[in-house]
């Protein structure tokens, strides 16, 4: 069995392939992927997640009749419609 401290002194003496030097752009490229994919999933059932309760919420919560008023005109509660009716 050989020696450890040989076995890493030659493992030392040798060249690095060049081919470990281009293998970090690779794997970072592969992380960055994965995480805009994780992203733009989360954002995805965030906002169908919001959608669903406002939905849900708009559903049950009680709401006020609809009241038509004049948008420019003069409100029906006001002194001069009063005094003019």
């Known amino acids: ?5 040989e076995v890493l002194g030659a493992l030392a003496a040798k060249e690095v ?10 794997v970072m490229r ?3 992927e994965r995480r805009e994919s994780v992203t733009a ?5 965030m906002a169908v997640a919001i ?7 708009g559903s049950i919560a009680p709401s006020a ?3 038509a008023e004049p948008l420019f005109g003069v409100p029906s509660g006001a002194p001069s419609h009063l005094l003019a009716d």
């Open 1 to 5: 069995m050989a020696d450890i401290d």
């Open 17 to 26: 392939p060049a081919s470990l030097t281009t293998i970090d752009d690779g």
């Open 30 to 32: 592969g992380l960055a």
């Open 41 to 45: 999933r989360r954002g995805m059932v």
């Open 51 to 57: 959608a669903a309760v406002v939905g849900i919420v």
């Open 65 to 67: 009749p609809a009241q």
